[in-house]
């Protein structure tokens, strides 16, 4: 299956600025332990759109955590992948 960058940011719900943007003081919302290195978290709404998003980002050898957010009832991915920081330098 051939899933676009366009693909991956119309599988994404929300995506916010995750290193050095105080994430950590609401880490209790994130079912898993995650890390607070990564550059961008992207929020989605359903398991295959997690699914979907994790293929794109492992085909184009894009390093990423994932985990669930209780406040928002969605999944997230974790990553350094910025679509939108690509989108500007393309």
Not at 29 to 46: E, I
């Amino acid at each position: 299956m051939k899933i676009t960058a366009k693909d991956f940011d119309a599988l994404t719900d929300t995506a916010m600025g995750w290193k050095g943007n105080d994430w950590e003081i609401q880490s209790d919302r994130f079912l898993d332990k995650v890390s607070f290195d990564w550059a961008v978290c992207y929020w989605v709404d359903s398991a295959a759109a997690l699914i979907l998003a994790r293929t794109f980002l492992e085909d184009n050898g894009h390093a990423f955590e994932e985990s669930y957010d209780d406040n928002m009832e969605s999944y997230i991915l974790l990553t350094n992948f910025d679509m939108y920081e690509m989108a500007v330098t393309a």
